[in-house]
């Protein structure tokens, strides 16, 4: 019997999420793979134009669910508007983009449609009798393979920069209103309002050139030489996520999926071993170089040149050949 | 509260590639779980109140839990029972909402992602099993007067964090970079010594095997195995000085970007 995939995409302010195509692309695949259809889902409030944006994709059918109720993002109308829907229409696969949005409440979706919930899919492959879903454990240090063991619904996030929005089929879509009562969605939350993160901030996003650094450099004290490297590179300092939890730079200068994402033409890696969450916020740079310890780090997966070695040495030794030159 | 493989540690996968290599490796709470844990250790003091770790795994959680109880935990509960190993979000979340419902708390912190398997789903799990609501990724818990909402900034992407207020008794799933964790006095740690470890067996929460751990699991992980590269990383060799020597020269004759 043929399959139906679902695609539940997420905008805010009048915008889709940049996961929002990666996931019709996900999905678009998992639909050619298994002999089947995809079909996408929008929630919002005055969402005609998102739709009619998604609708341009090889697709069954774009379902809306457009009210007020919908127009700031909670757990509980979520929950409340997908859960019917789905339940009438019966998908065998629901995709989201991996985002901080939606891991919030599909546990919670999943719990209440009883189905299976597979968080931040990379890839999958036939595993003979079933699928076999490849997701990042232990940080992105290591890639596990694993099997759903019940039959039924499963909800699937994917994984950000994990399957390309580029590679998203063109196409024309129907637009249908989502099945139930959007309107009667309750929240469960009473939203106030956004705040920027460390004020005004500084825009990596620009640089061309970065030298990041990451936990392994061992502790505010020992960053000066990092930053003369890059000073001697002309180049921004930027962070992984850990320095700047523990304070030993500002939160203006993170890398990474709750930081800034960005793509220089040299991104210079010292003492990051390489979470997902880092890797998603810098591996479209243009070229990478990585100073780590650990020649098993993940960050090495993505660079260009690697560097395995006491970085209190490394780092010094490349400002003096600089210097020299 | 989860006791995970520290991250600092280097990892080899066991010779049936299945799962890592557990024999020798450092083992501590987990990174947003003692951010949770701080966080409930300022609250309880603001609140005259107590607080009480649960932690499901095996016997060398115990050592977490001791470590909790030096940092100012008041009560420590061990999920030890066999029956609860190798399990997934849905069995965790369901072991660990009877152990909650039997502690009787009134507020739930945890962290909002395992440092080893990383699903950040187990306590979205746990919320929905007590019918509380819950928020992932907390960047700030402040209790309302009265005591029936909490005032909750959660993490967004792209550098921004959402305000908004959540009834009480909820689940807050807390984010690292909300606090700095305290560290255990010499006077914690020996105190923590003499602490019971209360164990709370399949029983004594009303739970059926075949509900809990492996068998209570949707999800099975079949293999592990080390990131695939994207192939084009060269390894350059030799002394830094000559590693340094080598990096520049590339940069500017292959990559051309100095």
């Known amino acids: 019997m ?10 805010r302010d009048g915008a889709l999420h940049r996961g929002s195509f990666e996931a019709v692309a996900a999905g678009q695949k998992l639909a050619s793979d298994l002999g089947g259809e995809a079909e996408a889902v929008l929630l919002g409030s005055n969402v005609g134009e998102l739709a009619a944006e998604v609708a341009t994709s ?70 003979g009798e079933d699928l076999l879903w490849k997701r990042p454990i232990l940080q992105g240090k290591l890639h596990g393979r694993v099997r759903v063991k019940s039959p039924g619904l499963v909800l699937l996030s994917v994984q950000s ?21 959007p309107g009667s969605a309750a929240a469960d939350r009473e939203v106030i309002g956004v705040e920027a993160v460390g004020g005004e901030g500084v825009d990596l996003g620009t640089a061309e050139r970065i030298v990041a650094v990451g936990r392994g450099v061992g502790g505010p004290e020992k960053i000066p030489p990092v930053e003369e490297l890059a000073k001697a590179l002309g180049a921004e300092i930027g962070a992984s996520r850990p320095v700047i939890d523990n304070g030993w730079l500002p939160r203006e200068r993170q890398i990474g999926s709750s930081g800034q994402t960005v793509a220089p033409k040299l991104y210079v890696a010292v003492g990051i071993s390489g979470a ?16 780590n310890k650990d020649p098993s780090a993940p960050i090495f997966t993505v660079a260009d040149y690697g560097l395995v070695g006491d970085l209190h040495e490394i780092v010094p030794a490349i400002t003096k050949v600089l210097a020299g030159t | 509260m989860k006791q995970v493989p520290d991250t600092e540690a ?6 049936q590639g299945s799962w890592i290599e557990e024999q020798d490796l450092p083992f501590v709470i987990n990174g947003s779980d003692e951010c949770a844990l701080e966080e409930a250790l300022q609250i309880a003091e603001k609140t005259s109140g107590e607080v009480v770790v649960v932690s499901l795994g095996p016997e060398r959680t115990r050592e977490a839990l001791r470590k909790a109880y030096a940092l ?48 950040g789903t187990t306590a979205s799990v746990l919320a929905g099993h007590l019918g509380w609501p819950h928020a992932w990724l907390v960047m700030g818990i402040e209790i309302e007067e009265g005591g ?40 914690g740690i020996m105190q923590a010594k ?13 739970l059926e095997p075949t509900e809990v751990g492996s068998a209570g699991a949707r999800l099975e992980i079949v293999d592990v195995a080390f990131p695939e590269s994207s192939g084009a990383a060269e390894m350059l060799e030799g002394s830094p000085e000559e590693m340094a020597q080598a990096l520049v020269e590339r940069l500017k004759t292959q990559a051309r970007v100095l």
């Not at chain 2, 003499?194 to 009303?206: H, M, P, S, V």
């Open chain 1, 276 to 291: 997902i969450q880092h890797l998603v916020g810098m591996k479209a740079s243009g070229c990478i170089v990585a100073i």
């Open chain 2, 194 to 206: 003499r602490k019971e470890i209360f164990e709370a067996a399949l029983a004594d929460l009303g």
């Open chain 2, 148 to 187: 029936q909402r909490a005032r909750v900034t959660r993490e967004m992407e792209s550098g921004q964090n959402e305000i908004f207020t959540i009834g009480l008794p909820a689940v807050l799933e807390v984010q690292e970079g909300i606090n700095q964790p305290r560290y255990a006095s010499l006077r």
């Open chain 1, 58 to 127: 090889d697709l069954a059918r774009v379902w809306v669910a457009d009210a007020p109720a919908l127009e700031t993002y909670t757990p509980g109308a979520y929950v409340a508007t997908l859960a019917p829907a789905i339940g009438e229409r019966a998908p065998d696969y629901v995709v989201f983009p991996h985002t901080y949005q939606t891991v919030d409440y599909i546990a919670r979706l999943a719990q209440r449609l009883d189905a299976t919930l597979l968080p931040e899919v990379i890839s999958w492959e036939d595993g």
């Open chain 1, 161 to 181: 920069g994990a399957i390309g929005a580029d590679q998203r089929i063109a196409g024309s879509a129907e637009i249908s209103p989502l099945p139930g009562d």
């Open chain 2, 10 to 15: 280097r990892l080899r996968i066991n010779a």
């Open chain 2, 72 to 119: 100012g935990a008041g009560r420590a509960v061990h999920l030890a029972d066999p029956a609860f190993g190798g399990g997934d979000p849905v069995s965790n979340g369901r072991a660990l909402a009877a152990a909650m419902a039997k502690e009787g708390v009134d507020l739930i912190l945890t962290g909002s992602q395992s440092d080893d398997l990383g699903y």
């Open chain 1, 2 to 11: 043929a399959k139906t995939i679902w695609i539940v995409l997420q905008q």
